[in-house]
Each structure stands twice: as C-alpha cells, then as structure tokens.
C-alpha cells in the first residue's frame, strides 16, 4: 500500500487532465474556522489578472470502471498502460488538505475522482472527504469538486452543499459522439440528466461559485460546430454555466513527451470564441459565422480579426467617439483598455496619436486596421495583411 505522499504523487499527476478556475464565492465565514474563499475565488492569494493559484488538484481515487478511450485510467487501458492505481481515505484527503493550507501551500481543493465501484458509492467517499474537511478541521476554504455522472439528486445535493463549485464533463458536444469513445455511459441519462439539476441547486441557494463543464478535443470525429452548439446551449439563461473548459485529447503514449504548436490551435481557437461569447458579447450567431463549410474553426487567424474584417458597416471606428460596447469589438483592444478610452473619453481627452492608444495597453498591430483616430484611418487591411502574413 502506497504511503500518504505517493497517493498524492499519483493521484495528483492523474488530476492533470481536469481543468479548472475559480470565481468568487460568497460562503460565510464561520467564527473559529480555517479559511476564508474570498472574492478571487480561493482563499488569500490571486494573480494581477484574476485567475486563482494553488488549489490542491488531486483524485480521489484513479481506479475506474469505465472505458473512456481518450482516459489513461480507464479499464479499457488498464492492459496496455500499467499505471499504479491507488485511493485516498476521506481522512487522509482531509487531512493532507488542513495540512497543506496551514502551511500556506494551498488556497483551496480541486477534487475530482475515477469511479472505483460505482458513481454512487464514489460519491458516498467524495462527500465525507468533504464533511471531514468542512466540520472536523472546520475549513472554510474555497473546495471545487468533479460530480460523477449518474448520480442521484440527494448525492448531487450534499456535496453542493459542501461545495463552492462543482463541474461534471461533458466530455463530448453529443450523444452520438459520445458514444464513440465510451460504452459504460449513457450520455443522456449519466450526464445530462444531472447537468439538469445544477440550474435549480444554484437558484436554492447552493454553490456559490457555480458551476463548470469541460470537453476533449479531438477524442472523437467531432466537429468545432457540433462543440460550439453545445457550448452557446450551457451559455444560455437556462443553463446558466460560469464556464467551460476545452482540452486537446493527448496521446496516450508517454513516450511522446512534446507536441508540435500545432497541435494546440484547435483548442486555443475555441478558448477565442468562448471568450468572445462570454466576455466581449458577441452573439452566437455571429460566432458561428466563423465555422467554415466543414465545421471547423479556421486556424490560421483570429476570430475577432475575421469578423472584424467581415463588419464593413461599421469599421473602421472612431476612437474618439465610439462607446465601450463598440471599442469591445475592436480586435487589440479588451475590457481594460476599453474602458480607459472611456475614461479619457470622459474627461474630453482626444487621441490624436498611435502611442497614446499603446501606452493604455492597445495592440497596435492588431487594432490599427480597424480604427479612425485625428480623421485618418490608421493601417489598409492590405499593409495589415502583408504586416502580419503567417502568423496567428
């Protein structure tokens, strides 16, 4: 049996795949607990630009039931593959949680898990991880925990009230993709049947952090399309997803230790469009607009770029006028330079120069085709085109 280090060692290096990051999270601070998820999401420390550092990202256990193929834990891998498999106790994951926050390695807990039994037994140990953690050791911290598809609405509702946020992977936009690459579950019943539910806990009053979902480019024959469909459907009033994550389906292989750039677009592409969806507003309507005729998002350039160029009507824009929602769409300029226009806008400054534009934090290379500033358009779609020719 492994000792308490190397359950983490091999627990920890197998919760790679699962991706995560933290909102804020308005749970009450209990009088004599450990902790506190304060605004950033995770408790006392965040980056300048807002993402969450240092949670504890383990599994629960790496054994598995299903067959995922994409998944190196999976029981249709465990031949070919000879991975260490192992679990932790609820009191061991507990206790190595306390341990790690007191001594300021962590902010918080991201706990996902195989299905060694099944889901609702998994669920079972998952939970009283969590009820240790939140009643023994009286940690208030930030906890994020992966739901396991099919189980039922009391186990899904314990752990969110244990939880800040939770995610269940969709894996895949579809039920007939789905079906590609994994026989043990029904797409419909295992996992959209419990995703239902996670609109109603948040409108009750649980997790205050919402929650997520996330899916595997590449593990079927799927197409940017078909992914995109189901990301705008999440993004909608009834479902009300915070986010979704999207990563490459890697090669199993682990003799394969690098992968060209390429290799990546795909995914960087759709992380374009779901910021553009959720931050900048487009529609998805406009979105899709971007697909080509066989489903994919083209790789060679930015979607804001592409439709940007498209949008004859209304570019190019004047700085000097144009209010926050139109500089939005503005490719080189995000929500911060935006809104220092705005400001200086405000205060009847008028940008007459390209440095003034850089200096608020503007990518001049990007934005320059696109805009009107002191009555002059700044760059030819022609010299951006020949400016900027290869690269992405």
Known sequence: MPGL??????????????LCASTA?????????????????VCHSFLPDGRCISLLKVLMTNKCIHDCAYCINSSKNKKQFKQK??????????KLTIAFYLRNYIEGLFLSSGV????ECQAEIIHEALRILRFKYKFDGYIHAKILPSIDLDKLKRIAEL????????????????SEICSTKDYNNDIIKVTKWLPDLKRKGFLPAGYTTQYVIGAAEETDKEILE????????????????????LPLDEKQKTFPREFFKREHRLYQIDWLRRIYKYTPKELMTVVNEKGYIPLREDPKVVLARRDQ????????SANYNKLMRIPGIGSLSARRIVSLQRKGVQISKAEQLKSIGVVLKRALPFLIFGGNKQLTLDQFKSENRGSL
């Open 5 to 18: 280090l190397e359950k983490l060692r091999i627990l920890g290096e197998a919760a790679k795949y699962d």
């Open 25 to 41: 999270s308005p749970r009450a601070h209990t009088p004599g607990s450990i902790g506190r998820a304060v605004a950033t999401g």
């Open 85 to 94: 498999y192992t679990s932790f106790e609820p009191e061991e994951l507990a």
């Open 116 to 119: 060694e039994k099944s889901a």
């Open 163 to 178: 939880a800040d946020r939770v995610s269940i992977n969709v894996e895949l936009p579809n039920k007939s993709r789905f």
């Open 230 to 249: 189901s990301v705008f459907n999440f993004y909608s009033d009834s479902w009300d997803f915070k986010r979704q994550y999207y990563s490459t389906c």
């Open 313 to 320: 009507e209304n570019f190019p824009i004047d700085v000097n």
